[in-house]
T-cell receptor
Framework: KQEVTQIPAALSVPEGENLVLNCSFT??????LQWFRQDPGKGLTSLLL?????REQTSGRLNASLDKSSGRSTLYIAASQPGDSATYLC??????????????FGSGTQLTVLP | DTEVTQTPKHLVMGMTNKKSLKCEQH?????MYWYKQKAKKPPELMFV???????INESVPSRFSPECPNSSLLNLHLHALQPEDSALYLC?????????????FGPGTRLTVT
């Protein structure tokens, strides 16, 4: 059964810092990995999708990497801003059959960027 | 258009009420999903529809009844809910249920059961 872990659970940084959020998963048989942002009480906003054949994806100040063999992904946020404050969730889409094929979410990292 | 819409945004209902949540997408996706999310927890999968047929029910109580009237629309009918069912209900869609497809999420319905 796929398990996804995100470390740290919470992170507080001053504005302008570069930061890294970590995600690890136990079963490397995945189609892809998605990083989401969630503001309090709101839905999920997809930030980046990395297919299993890819090593990284970039969007603006965000860069996500994937090392499928070691079961790890990182989300790098450059020059953080207070508007980046949110919970960041990673989710993997497994290849194995049944409901395990669906997205398995980590518990999220709650990021606070202090002005 | 990569948008999944959900109505209503907020819903307050008593334990004896019957209400419905609606979800719509016009991306031609054939897989649609309902998730439940409690505060400070990740989303939990409830139901999966593939080509308008229920393919996964994650042992959800029968007071939650999903319906997929057509390929663009997904409903969740609610009846005799309990206060612990209060949560954010998220709808999502993807091109297919299996394969390297991205899931697109709606903004959610915040449900409060009194």
């Amino acid at each position: 059964k796929q398990e996804v872990t995100q470390i740290p659970a919470a992170l507080s940084v001053p504005e302008g810092e570069n930061l890294v959020l970590n995600c690890s998963f136990t079963d490397s048989a995945i189609y892809n990995l998605q990083w989401f942002r969630q503001d309090p009480g709101k839905g999920l906003t997809s930030l980046l999708l990395i297919q299993s054949s890819q090593r990284e994806q970039t969007s603006g100040r965000l860069n996500a990497s994937l090392d499928k063999s070691s079961g790890r992904s990182t989300l790098y946020i450059a020059a953080s801003q207070p508007g980046d404050s949110a919970t960041y969730l990673c989710a993997v889409r497994s290849i194995t059959s049944g409901s395990a094929r669906q997205l398995t979410f980590g518990s999220g990292t709650q990021l606070t960027v202090l002005p | 258009d990569t948008e999944v819409t959900q109505t209503p945004k907020h819903l307050v209902m008593g334990m004896t009420n019957k209400k419905s949540l609606k979800c719509e997408q016009h991306m031609g996706h054939r897989a649609m999903y309902w998730y439940k999310q409690k505060a400070k927890k990740p989303p939990e999968l409830m139901f999966v529809y593939s080509y308008e047929k229920l393919s996964i029910n994650e042992s959800v109580p029968s007071r939650f009844s999903p319906e997929c009237p057509n390929s663009s629309l997904l409903n969740l009918h609610l009846h005799a809910l309990q206060p612990e069912d209060s949560a954010l209900y998220l709808c999502a869609s993807s091109q297919e249920t299996s394969g390297p497809y991205e899931q697109y999420f709606g903004p959610g319905t915040r449900l409060t059961v009194t």
